[in-house]
């Protein structure tokens, strides 16, 4: 039971000072009747929040940046009507910072023995699973002098997945990937190792694609046509060590690393290609595989929505012989990873031949924009050192990335905003190379 606001304002209106009640104290004693009993009555007549029967519907997912609507449905068993103030709390997250006021609050009337709905609509901050927290229902009389408080556990998750926004280069990879399997006019000759069909000569073909037996059956010469291999098998291997959570921009490298994964398993699965995931630090955090080409992405989306960074060291020889493992046959193995000197030189370079010896490898590592743009700094002495500092850390980087490179490893270093695209062309430079 709490006095409201209009109550108390009465209250003080309609009460006179009286007399002592100890020595050294004085007290205030409300003598307006009428106003007592209205107070009473006006309890009296609010309904019990105890008895509400609540539920949820809407939204289980949606993805980062994206809203999310979740209905409760507020039931009124009782024979008062539901005059009320509604509260449905969620983690601070599940909104944009001073949104949380205007979005979780409700006003709501529920005559006795129906039911209303109060849609809350979350609009996420951070990846991951957000959970309802209490509902909190503040009952009025009719006149709103008094008011009846309680809280429901109303459970209900959404998951909030990556945000994908290297979908928009898909269409043109796509694209390319039709020109490699001839299924569009821009003909490739002499790519793959797959034997597909035979077509007339033209001017430029490799001569080394000349079929002569079936030049000597007919009146044309004709040519031999590849096309990229199918259903081979690929691994993602997230590095989701303490330096995958180093800050880039707004986001942590992880994010990045996600993104381009998301668009590599999305073209890969359109090739024709088993796609499998995993996540590794000292353990396993995530791990996908043996999903069909429909249902691959989706997997990986969701088994990414929850992972964080780990601010410990990865364990390159654990990650190698899950790796191994996980990938049984001969793949192609996508490490996102850093490209820093020491994790590289004393984690991931002892244990590569191990990888190397079976499997094709490409490494993907996060740039950090700000770097280059320091290189470019001048005018002031400050300038000079900031550019000094980031050519010196380029330079160490392109070093680690030759020493990959001289172990058959194929590395991808870019910034976040073309690290997808330019995975997506090293794969499929590979697969027309046949290299998978």
Not at 242 to 255: C, E, H, N, Q, W
Not at 388 to 398: G, M
Not at 412 to 425: F, H, M, Q, R, T
Request: contains cysteine; proline residues 6%.
């Amino acid at each position: 039971m709490a006095l409201t606001g209009r109550a108390a304002l009465l209250a003080a209106l309609g009460s006179i000072p009286v007399g002592i009640l100890e020595p050294g104290w004085t007290g205030i004693l409300a003598v307006n009747a009428p106003l007592a009993l209205a107070c009473a009555c006006d309890y009296a007549l609010a309904a019990p929040v105890r008895r509400l029967v609540l539920a949820r519907s809407g939204d289980t997912s949606t993805r980062l940046g994206e809203t999310a609507d979740v209905t409760l449905t507020i039931s009124n068993d009782s024979r008062r009507p539901l005059r009320a103030h509604l509260r449905d709390a969620w983690p601070p997250s599940s909104w944009q910072p001073g949104t949380e006021v205007e979005a979780s609050r409700h006003r709501l009337t529920v005559p006795p023995g129906e039911r209303r709905r109060v849609t809350t609509r979350l609009r996420p901050t951070r990846r991951g699973d957000r959970q309802a927290d209490r509902v909190t229902i503040r009952s009025y009389g009719p006149l709103g002098l008094f008011s009846r408080q309680g809280s429901h556990k109303v459970p209900w998750t959404v998951r909030v997945l990556p945000p994908f926004t290297s979908r928009k280069h898909l269409p043109s990879k796509l694209a390319r990937l039709r020109e490699l399997d001839g299924r569009t006019s821009v003909l490739t000759r002499g790519e793959g190792t797959e034997f597909d069909s035979l077509r007339e000569y033209v001017p430029g073909d490799d001569t080394r694609s000349i079929d002569w037996r079936a030049t000597a059956r007919q009146s044309t010469v004709a040519v031999r046509t590849w096309r990229p291999e199918r259903d081979r098998h690929i691994l993602l291997v997230l590095d989701t060590g303490r330096t995958s959570a180093g800050r880039v921009g707004d986001a942590p490298r992880l994010d990045a690393s996600m993104d381009a994964a998301l668009l590599l398993a999305a073209l890969a699965s359109r090739a024709g290609d088993r796609v499998n995931l995993l996540a590794y630090d000292r353990r396993v955090r995530a791990l996908v595989q043996g999903r069909s080409a429909g249902d691959v992405l989706p997997s990986v989306v969701n088994a990414m929505a929850t992972l964080e960074p780990e601010l410990v060291e990865t364990d390159a020889r654990g990650l190698t012989a899950t790796a191994l493992r996980t990938a049984s046959r001969r793949s192609l193995i996508v490490l996102f990873t850093t490209l820093d000197a020491a994790p590289v030189e004393q984690g991931l370079l002892p244990v590569l031949p191990q990888l190397t010896q079976r499997h094709t490898v490409l490494v993907a590592s996060v740039a950090d924009p700000h770097i280059a743009r320091m290189a470019k700094a001048r005018g002031n002495a400050e300038a000079v050192y900031e550019a000094a500092a980031a050519a010196q850390a380029q330079s160490e980087r392109q070093r680690t990335a030759e020493q990959l490179r001289r172990h058959g490893v194929t590395v991808v270093d870019a910034i976040p905003e073309d690290l997808a695209s330019a995975l997506a062309d090293a794969y499929l430079a590979l697969k027309a190379a046949g290299r998978l």
